[in-house]
Nanobody, 123 residues
């Protein structure tokens, strides 16, 4: 059974930093983790894409976070990170990890979601 478990959220003051982590794990079979991404959803707003990272480490970012957020990954640990700096109140949201994963060696890859972690930027 594939799981994505996020951690690292919390309350931070404007201008501060946080690092989110998302670890993918499987059941009996060895999973293959392809592209990974971070999304966020603020109250009363639609979920939006924040950053993507391919299995080779190529990244893309939403314009609103460019220069402030950095996505990275450890393919041995099947973990993706989001280093957030220069945080602003408008970054307040629940942050979700998304990954394209093959649950077993012969299975078709599909999207999986984490449970979300709250990030609150406030003084």
């Amino acid at each position: 059974q594939v799981r994505l478990v996020e951690s690292g959220g919390g309350l931070v003051q404007p201008g501060g930093s946080l690092r989110l982590s998302c670890a993918a794990s499987g059941g009996v079979y060895t999973i293959r983790v392809n592209d990974m991404a971070w999304y966020r959803q603020a109250p009363r707003k639609q979920r939006e894409l924040v950053a993507t990272i391919t299995s080779l480490g190529s990244t893309n970012y939403a314009d609103s976070v460019k220069g402030r957020f950095t996505a990275s990954r450890d393919n041995v640990k099947n973990t993706v990170y989001l280093q957030m700096s220069g945080l602003k109140p408008e970054d307040t949201a629940v942050y979700y990890c998304n990954a394209n994963i093959s649950p077993s060696p012969l299975s078709t890859p599909r999207a999986f979601w984490g449970q979300g972690t709250q990030v609150t930027v406030s003084s």
